[in-house]
């Protein structure tokens, strides 16, 4: 359980403070990601954001979903 925990805090120090790490869903499996992986594959779904506190990275998802409403409203 300790190594788990020391691990998991590894980890988070690896990851960049002003950068999101989000969760998706690519083809059914979920994984983190960054904001261009996410954009770079057509069926991977947006999940949550796990870290980080990058704005220009919220404005990038937020623009992601409203291209994709646009896209699914036009079918």
């Known amino acids: 359980m300790t190594n788990s925990i020391i691990q998991r805090l590894k980890r988070l120090e690896e990851i960049s403070p002003d950068r999101l790490v989000i969760l998706a869903n690519f083809d ?3 994984k983190e990601c960054s904001v ?7 069926n991977a779904s947006f999940i949550r954001v796990i870290s980080g506190n990058s704005l220009d990275d919220v404005q990038r998802i937020l623009n992601r979903i409203e291209r994709i409403a646009y ?3 036009d079918n």
């Open 28 to 30: 059914g499996v979920e």
């Open 36 to 42: 261009d992986e996410l954009a770079a594959n057509p």
């Open 71 to 73: 896209e699914q409203a």
